[in-house]
């Protein structure tokens, strides 16, 4: 299956069929307008620790949704949680077992999905304020990086903060600043502006998660909180269960961007 | 034991002091630039659905901070929550069965302590903007409602949303929004403003806590969502014990209220 010509004139119906039916590509530049989110799921005895250690780090993990135990759908989210994604991990004792299109046999009676928010909501707003975002210009999947900052712990439940990397023009960093920090509830604002050995990244063309993208002369490289970090808290705390999305095959959820968009 | 004379001028240590001392008083105009909070505790084993309410229902529960099963102070609070808070209320089953100035008799090793933004918060910035806070001119306790608005459940937990009213005059209700908006954490921007009959609430001089207070003949009554949200839920939902604030008498944050403030 190929991808469509213009992803993001897509809805979320149109690309979740898409996802559903087996096309497996990063959703960066998708369904413009729509809100992107991470997925992790873990069973319910996990979920109290996992929902608090989202509380206590609210800047990586900003909690949109949680589904009963069990549920496939979520108030956000009308499509089937297992499926209408472009890829899984499942994780089990901390170590992935399986990257899949379908994470269905996977499924538990007892699994409790969190929708975090993902800073592809607010790559269109960068665009349309005429910061570039690179990793859509090459067409690639965003740069994301384990850093050497400790997330707060919360029972069973704690890692390194993870990030994504957009390449920013030094004229347009303060740009960025200022449209991101208004999606507080998406990463809003970066946690780092240059100086990657700081964050404990020693080679920005080798990220933990994603592809490297170019980075110019005149530009400096800006990190935003991920929603990937509850996956490196996975691999740290060794639950016995864990599904996620694949990093950068997101959720596509039926809220518009400007829902998480502040004064 | 009475009252300091500027109570305004304390700092937290101060105040919870007093309080730990036997003081009796609400908290609102107490330690100027200080965070104030709502408390309530429940077992750990309905601590998820009360953390699950709060994130379905962020408006009237923000949450601050949530301490360990057991833990009597939190990374916001340096004092004992179990005796330096002005008053406590005591429910078992959702029947509040004892109002008490020390809750210790009541603390169990599984308690886990939420506490939920508080609009006293905002209140000092109200008055520096020149907006009336009238429970204050008339030291009373703020009023709070009952409305007919239901909050989203969570596993056993449910109920109506509750509100606090300040009377504003009609010039200024536009400030009152645009100061009060940017704090989200602590109640944020009002949820009505006039027409208390559409809220349900029959009765401004009737509240269901606190004391009524003067409404002028030029001046609308606004609410705010309420942080004692999670102890109406109490009383629906009857967990086997809840303990939570004398409602406006709050717990004293060590943390300072323009961390709450957004640009």
């Known amino acids: 299956m190929t ?7 897509l809805g979320p119906d149109q690309a979740r069929a898409l996802f559903r039916a087996g096309l497996r590509v990063p959703t960066s530049g998708w369904c413009a307008g729509w809100t992107q989110a991470n997925l992790i799921g873990v069973p319910r005895e996990d979920a109290y620790d996992l929902l608090l250690f989202a509380q206590r780090n609210p800047k990586p993990c900003p909690v949109l949704d949680v589904t009963e135990p069990g549920g496939t759908s979520a108030s956000l ?19 992935p077992v399986a990257e899949v299109a379908d994470a269905t046999p996977y499924w538990r009676e007892d ?12 790559e269109d707003a960068l665009r349309e304020a005429g910061v570039p975002v690179r990793h859509i210009e090459q067409n690639r999947n965003v740069p994301m990086y384990r850093t050497n900052r400790m997330c707060r712990r919360a029972g069973g439940f ?6 994504s990397m957009r390449p920013v023009p030094a004229a347009q960093v303060a740009d960025a600043v200022r449209v991101t920090a208004r999606y507080p509830s998406v990463h809003g604002a970066p946690v780092h502006v ?3 050995v700081e964050l404990g990244i020693d080679d920005l063309a080798a990220p933990d998660f994603g592809d ?3 980075i110019r002369v ?13 996956q490196a808290a996975v691999m740290a705390s060794r639950p016995k269960l864990a599904i996620g ?6 959720a596509i959820t039926d809220a518009r961007d400007t829902r998480y968009l502040v004064p």
């Open 194 to 196: 240059g100086a990657p």
């Open 158 to 163: 704690g890692g390194p903060l993870v990030v």
């Open 111 to 122: 699994l409790v999905s969190f929708l975090i928010g993902c800073s592809f909501t607010f």
């Open 212 to 214: 490297p993208v170019e």
């Open 218 to 230: 005149d530009e400096i490289p800006v990190f935003w909180a991920c929603g990937v970090t509850p």
């Open 77 to 95: 989210f009308a499509g089937d949680l297992r499926t209408d994604l472009p890829g899984y991990v499942v994780y089990e004792h901390g170590e």
């Open 245 to 250: 999305h694949a990093p950068g095959h997101m």
């Open 3 to 9: 991808a469509p010509i213009d992803p993001g004139a």
